[in-house]
């Protein structure tokens, strides 16, 4: 069972894209029709964008009013830099993530998450909303993955990346009191998609986006990122989970790097060896063999020789010897 | 909030065990499986800095020459291990990565390893390890130490695909209890507060331990329980009675899980004290919540231990064994 204040949530697993708490579909939208899913996400390409209006298409029942947590892994890609034709600078290229927009009419923008190409070679994220509030997050680099966690009141926008606080840039407006400013929180939603068109500029994302959640409270809980980015997002969205703590342990075993040797015994013939690796080495200063105790790698057993490991004698009992079947051996 | 630590096991109560190759069942020994501290700081999913708290033991001593340290899911390469500020040498060696909160456990992973190179003829062998909840109750009251509904999964098996690990959950038959005799001997130990509370021998091969006067640390191993007077009596005695407190206080440790000759040889998953060996994972974890048992060991009070049996497999042929390693999670509620 889902918390109360989830109202929004999309993991990308199975063929069809499900929005969870309303049960409905998402749809693909756009030149190319077959979305890439996978286990990783969804692959954001070309012209393509996902489209979801809810219940009876009227719109996901966000219930939002003053608060909100949007949280999503994002794997990012970053093409570059754009030429303003007219003056000759580089511009950063507008790539749009995902946006709630208004439910009754589609045509206002109430939670916007844009990403935009820096000098830098790494990204940025602009949230903006409909009172005309926006900011952007410190740059992050492309080509991994980072888990974004946005949550607002209305004393101010807080956006995480990987579960660091980010110090806001470029913040213009003021917050609004209320997120949907006038309108109902009946919300559509668009991935990879911007209602405010594709001028210079801007372009549609290529990057990867999973995972993504909407509450309807503000939550800026460390843990609870940590929790979602290590053990997924039902730790914190599903009753079956929240409640639970995790202790973890990773037991190690690999072969040793640095070889030692661990015992000796000379019985008068050979010399032998025992290392921390489990060789056992056997020989003079001139000569050496080794084996390891469960390697067969000097075990023979193709053409026309066959052989048992075990050699039985006529009464059925194992001989301890090796024995070569209808074979002979000329040395 | 319970604390749950991984204990190594051993022949006998009481003991260290610095010989990994014989933690094969028997009682909790005092030793944790690796070293353990917590991070002092936090640590991003892509950070290399790694800051430390000074073990416990006020030294890094068992922590030198490591190359790998454990934390959450994450096992993370480090070069030679000086102090507890570390630059990470690689983040996600086993291909996972975390998010590490300041006060998260950081365990030394490889610096000693709980396998070696002996396998019996099916290429298997075996260890046991305990889970134990340290919580105590006299350090903070208020805070709920029961863990509920306890369960187990491999969240990561072995990235080595020539090796495999299952797991086998073992519940000990008696639980945890403390109390006051009410008269005693150096043999015998009684606490009438027991009769008729516990079946004759329900504590028979746990380990009791007297918890004041002189005597204090001292403990034998109980060789009968008898309900009718509430009498322990021990294989061997105490030295002496008379370093008894006036009022002895006791307490029996959780009965020793059973004890495999050597790691080749597969414990008896055959009791309804034992589960067969499986590979669960986070969806179908491994739990005696819905079996019928002496106590219900789903839920584990303070001082109360699970065991873990560890099945290691490894295919014939298999010259080498890099990216070895497995995630334990044990997951639990801290209400009912």
Redesign the interface.
């Known amino acids: 069972m889902f918390i109360n204040s989830l109202k929004f949530l999309v993991r990308f697993g199975g063929s069809a894209i499900l929005e969870e708490v309303s049960q409905t579909n998402l749809v693909v939208l756009g030149d190319d029709i077959i979305a890439s899913i996978s286990d990783s996400g969804y692959a954001m390409q070309d012209d393509q964008y996902l489209f979801g209006d809810g219940l009876s298409s009227n719109g996901f029942n966000t219930s939002i009013t003053k608060e909100y947590t949007l949280g999503f892994w994002l794997f990012p890609i970053s093409p570059g830099l754009a030429i303003d034709s007219d003056t000759g600078n580089l511009l950063s290229i507008e790539m749009p993530v995902i946006v709630f927009v208004d439910g009754s009419s589609a045509e206002h923008s109430i939670i916007d998450v844009t990403e935009y190409t820096q000098t830098s070679g790494n990204n940025s994220l602009k949230v903006s909303e409909r009172g005309g509030y926006s900011a952007f997050s410190e740059e992050y680099e492309p080509d991994k993955w980072h888990h974004f966690w946005i949550t607002r009141d209305s004393n101010g926008l807080q956006i995480f990346v990987d579960a660091v606080e980010q110090t806001l840039q470029d913040e213009s407006g003021t917050i609004s009191e209320k997120v949907t400013e006038g309108l109902n929180s009946f919300l559509y939603t668009y991935i990879n998609h911007s209602l405010d068109g594709y001028g210079e500029a801007v372009a549609k994302n290529g990057g990867v986006i999973d995972d993504i959640f909407l509450l309807n409270i503000k939550n800026n809980s460390q843990s609870d990122m940590q929790r979602v980015i290590n053990d997924g997002v039902l730790y914190v969205i599903d009753d079956i989970f929240t409640s639970t703590n995790i202790v973890k342990s990773d037991v190690f075993m690999n072969d040793p790097e640095m070889i030692t040797v661990n015992s000796m015994i000379d019985d008068l013939s050979y010399i032998f060896i025992g290392r921390n690796d489990g060789k056992i080495m056997r020989g003079s200063p001139l000569f050496w063999e080794t084996r390891k105790s469960f390697s067969d790698k000097e075990e023979y057993n193709s053409g026309g020789i066959s052989v048992s490991l075990k050699g039985i004698d006529i009464n059925g009992k194992d001989t301890g010897f090796l024995e070569l079947n209808k074979n002979t051996i000329r040395l | ?2 604390t ?1 630590k ?1 204990y190594l096991t051993s022949l006998e109560p009481d003991l260290d065990q610095t010989n990994y190759s014989q933690s094969i069942g028997g009682y909790v020994g005092n030793s944790l ?2 070293p353990e501290t917590t991070l002092s700081s ?1 640590m ?3 950070d290399t800095n790694l800051s430390l708290v000074t073990p416990s033991s006020g030294s890094w001593l068992e922590w030198q020459g490591i ?2 340290i ?1 934390v ?4 993370m390469k480090v070069p030679s291990f000086v102090n507890g500020s570390i630059v990470v040498s690689q983040r996600a060696y ?1 291909n996972i ?5 300041a006060g998260d ?1 950081a ?1 030394a ?2 610096a000693k ?7 019996n003829d099916s ?1 298997k062998q075996y260890r046991c390890i305990a889970i134990k909840n340290v919580s105590t109750n006299s350090t903070d009251p208020s805070n709920e130490q029961v863990v509920y509904d306890l369960e187990i999964y491999i ?2 098996n072995s990235r080595n695909t020539n090796s495999n690990i299952r797991i086998a959950l073992e519940q000990p038959s008696s639980e945890y209890i403390s109390g006051v005799s009410t008269s005693w001997s150096t043999m015998t130990l009684i606490d009438i507060s027991l009769i008729d509370v516990y079946e004759d021998d329900y504590f028979k091969e746990s380990f009791l331990k007297i918890t004041n006067g002189a005597a204090s640390g001292q403990g034998k191993v109980i060789s009968s329980f008898d309900r009718a007077t509430g009498t322990f009596t021990f294989y061997n005695s105490f030295s002496s009675a008379l370093d008894f407190a006036i009022t002895p206080t006791y307490e029996v440790l959780p009965s020793p899980a059973q004890r495999v000759k050597t790691g080749t040889v597969s414990p008896s998953v055959e009791s309804s004290d034992v589960t067969q060996f499986f590979h669960p994972d986070e969806f179908t974890p491994l739990t005696f919540f819905e079996q019928a048992s002496v106590f219900n060991i789903s839920n584990l009070s303070p001082n109360d231990v699970m065991y873990i049996w ?1 099945e ?1 497999t ?1 295919e ?20 009912e």
């Open positions: 909030m319970a749950l991984f499986v690796y936090f991003g999913l892509y190359e790998y454990n959450g899911n994450e096992l086993n990565y975390n998010v590490h909160l456990i365990r992973a490889a390893e709980l396998f070696n190179d002996v396998f290429y969240k990561q560890i290691r490894v014939k042929g298999n010259e080498e064994f890099l990216n070895n390693d497995f995630v334990l999670n044990l997951r639990y509620k801290v209400s």
